[in-house]
C-alpha cells in the first residue's frame, strides 16, 4: 500500500471513532449529560453496550438496527453520522494535506458535524460545543509552537474569528432575531478555522452559508412546506460554507494572494 493509501486509510478508521463520540455528543450535549460516563447505553433499555455494540456502522449493521437486548429499533443516523465523519475527514486530508493547519480543519469537521445535527434537533447550538471547540484550537496552536513551527497562525485565527463572527452579528441585529446568537458564534469558531486558509475562505463560508440556506428556504416556500417567516435551523448552511471553504481551498489555494 503506498503511502498516501496509509494515510487516507488511517484517516478513514478515526474518521470512523470520531463519528461514533459525535454521536454521543449530538445525543448528551442538548441533554446536559456527561460525555464521559456514563458509558455508551441504550436509551431505551439502558443496558450497558458491549465493545462488539460499540464497533462503528458494523454493529448496527449486523444487529439489524436493533438493540440486542431489548429490541427497539436503533435510528440509521447512527451509522450515517459515522460514515460522514469518515468521508468528511479524508475529504480534508485530500484537500487541505498533511500539515498543521489540517489538525484546525478537522476540529472545525467534528464541530460543524455535531452542531448541525443538534441545530436541527433541537434548534439551538450549545455553548458547551463551541467553546470545546476553541479551546482544542487553542491546544493545537501551543503544541504547534512548541513544536518549533512559527508560522503565524495566531493571528489569522483571531482575525478570522472577528470578522467572521462580526459579520453574522450585524446580520443578526439587522435581521431582528432572525439569527440566533449560537449561529453567530459557530461561524466565529469555522470562520475562525477558514481564515487559516486564508482570509478569503472566511467570505466563501459565509456566502456559501447563505447561499445554500436561501436555495433550501426557496425550496421549502416552492414546495409549500414554509412560508417566509419560517424558522429555519442555519448551523447546517454554516457547516456547508464550511466545506465549501474547503473546497475553493484546494483548487484556488492562493486566492486573492492571500
Not at 18 to 31: D, H, K, L
Request: proline share 3%; aromatic share 10%; charged share 15%.
Amino acid at each position: 500500500m503506498s503511502l498516501i493509501g496509509a494515510i487516507s486509510l488511517s484517516m478513514v478508521l478515526l474518521g470512523l471513532l470520531i463519528g461514533s463520540f459525535a454521536n454521543v455528543a449530538v445525543y448528551r450535549i442538548p441533554r446536559g449529560e456527561s460525555l464521559i460516563k456514563p458509558r455508551s447505553h441504550c436509551v431505551s433499555c439502558d443496558r450497558e453496550l458491549s465493545a462488539f455494540e460499540n464497533v462503528p456502522v458494523i454493529s448496527w449493521v449486523l444487529q439489524k438496527g436493533r438493540c440486542r437486548g431489548c429490541g427497539v429499533r436503533i435510528s440509521a443516523r447512527y451509522p450515517v453520522t459515522e460514515l460522514l465523519t469518515a468521508v468528511v475527514f479524508v475529504y480534508s486530508l485530500w484537500l487541505v494535506g498533511v500539515h498543521w493547519t489540517l489538525a484546525y480543519v478537522l476540529i472545525g469537521d467534528f464541530v460543524a458535524i455535531v452542531a448541525s445535527e443538534i441545530d436541527l434537533e433541537v434548534r439551538r447550538i450549545p455553548n458547551l460545543l463551541v467553546i470545546s471547540g476553541f479551546g482544542l484550537c487553542l491546544v493545537s496552536m501551543v503544541v504547534q509552537f512548541l513544536s518549533g513551527d512559527s508560522s503565524r497562525q495566531l493571528d489569522r485565527f483571531f482575525i478570522a474569528l472577528i470578522a467572521s463572527s462580526g459579520a453574522l452579528y450585524a446580520i443578526a441585529l439587522i435581521s431582528r432575531g432572525g439569527m440566533g446568537m449560537g449561529d453567530v458564534k459557530l461561524v466565529g469558531l469555522l470562520g475562525a478555522i477558514a481564515g487559516l486558509l486564508g482570509y478569503p475562505y472566511v467570505f466563501i463560508l459565509i456566502l456559501g452559508a447563505f447561499a445554500f440556506g436561501s436555495i433550501f428556504g426557496i425550496a421549502l416556500i416552492a414546495l409549500k412546506r414554509a412560508d417566509r417567516k419560517s424558522a429555519v435551523p442555519f448551523g447546517p448552511f454554516i457547516g456547508a460554507g464550511y466545506i465549501v471553504s474547503q473546497l475553493a481551498y484546494h483548487f484556488t489555494p492562493h486566492l486573492l494572494g492571500l
